[in-house]
């Protein structure tokens, strides 16, 4: 069985359908891509299945719990976090702070039963872990808001683990990047790889193929289809939505 399904997702927008019954499969530990063109409904459907938008119709299911009538948060205690396009960090406040609460969040209760010095221990380093896990160590004093482009989304990806995902959503982690700061951002997915499930949003063409086992290609708001990187290579309708000029032959 499936990770995640979603299954027969719609969103209409007055006249337009942005998301035409999607249905889409994430198995566990898998790095599955979602790609299309512009206007393809890719931000929609994650808004869809993080529950930022209600859907007019349609199932989400996470490890056979149905997570339809739940809000964004009640998703995240399930087990899906996400990031987004622009880094949603608290840009006042300390890398550390920043940490610190998601880590809180997600302990929610589970530290009740420890003493109070050691609950701030464990929260402490839990934050310091993740500063690790994702190169933030250095600048922990400062305010997340002054961070380099590739820092604050650093950043967010580390608050969404905070989480402990068994699906993490990724929208375009390498929007805005340079070079440098996109190859880090693909070896830390890369890092991912197996320890949860990734959705994956993304125009970096070379980082899609690079990092996901299976892609699944939305067009009008419909999975046009799914396959690893040489079934969508080869697909004709791919290339022609593409015009040849996004999808490397
Ligand atoms: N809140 C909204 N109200 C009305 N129309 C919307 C809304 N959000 C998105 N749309 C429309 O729905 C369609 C899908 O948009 P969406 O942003 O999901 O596409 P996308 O694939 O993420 O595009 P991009 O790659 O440019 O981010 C577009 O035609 C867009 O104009």
Do not use: W
């Amino acid at each position: 069985m499936s990770l995640f399904r979603a299954q027969g997702l719609v969103k209409r927008f007055g006249g337009l359908l942005a998301a035409d019954h999607v249905d889409l499969a994430v198995e566990q530990g898998e790095i599955h891509a979602l790609i299309g063109p512009n206007g393809a409904g890719k931000s929609t459907l994650v808004n869809l299945i993080s529950g930022l938008l209600p859907a007019d119709a349609g199932r989400i299911v996470l490890d056979g719990v149905d997570l339809t009538p739940l809000s964004a948060q009640q998703r995240v205690r399930h087990g899906l976090a996400r990031c987004f396009q622009i880094a949603s960090v608290f840009r006042s406040d300390s890398v550390r702070d920043n940490l610190l609460l998601a880590v809180q969040a997600q302990a929610g209760s589970s530290f009740r039963c420890l003493r109070r010095r050691e609950s701030e221990r464990a929260l402490m380093d839990a934050a310091q872990a993740l500063a690790e896990r994702l190169a933030l160590t250095e600048v922990l004093d400062r305010p997340a808001g002054v961070l380099p482009h590739g820092m604050q989304k650093r950043l967010d990806v580390a608050l969404a683990l905070a989480a402990r995902p068994r699906l993490l959503l990724l929208d375009e982690p390498m929007a805005g990047m340079g070079p440098e700061d996109s190859r880090q951002m693909i070896e830390l997915i890369e890092s991912l790889r197996g320890e949860m499930a990734i959705l994956l949003i993304e125009h970096d063409m070379d980082a899609v193929f690079q990092l996901a086992g299976r892609i699944s290609v939305l067009v009008n708001g419909r999975v046009l289809t799914s396959g690893d990187a040489a079934h969508v290579r080869g697909h004709a309708e791919v290339q022609s939505v593409y015009l040849g000029t996004e999808v490397p032959a």
